[in-house]
Nanobody, 114 residues
Framework: QVQLVESGGGLVQPGGSLRLSCAASGFTFSTSAMRWYRQAPGKGRELVATISPTGGSTDYSDSVKGRFTISRNNANRTVYLQMNSLKPEDTAVYYC???????WGQGTQVTVSS
């Protein structure tokens, strides 16, 4: 079955950086677009970034554009989210997901605070 395991979250000061990873299994990763979402306390889930199956096309929400970079390694079945210039409002649980399947991972907590 589809499995998604996110990692790399933690506590970071404003202006800092983190790199999230998502290991995928149970589906044909190399032919699937992948997305990162986040959910802040008391808010709905927000789409943050999307990457095409080959990695040649990416898209970002306005709130992270210019600060976050999504990438993937199809050989390792992993998608990444490099997050720079982090702000307190980036605090959330971050999830990866394929748009073709209804499965979610457990997420990884990112907390931006001084």
């Amino acid at each position: 079955q589809v499995q998604l395991v996110e990692s790399g979250g933690g506590l970071v000061q404003p202006g800092g950086s983190l790199r999230l990873s998502c290991a995928a299994s149970g589906f044909t990763f190399s032919t699937s677009a992948m997305r990162w979402y986040r959910q802040a306390p008391g808010k709905g889930r927000e789409l943050v970034a999307t990457i095409s199956p080959t990695g040649g096309s990416t898209d970002y929400s306005d709130s992270v554009k210019g600060r976050f970079t999504i990438s993937r390694n199809n050989a390792n079945r992993t998608v990444y989210l490099q997050m720079n210039s982090l702000k307190p409002e980036d605090t959330a649980v971050y999830y990866c997901k394929s748009p073709w399947y209804a499965y979610w991972g457990q997420g990884t907590q990112v907390t931006v605070s001084s």
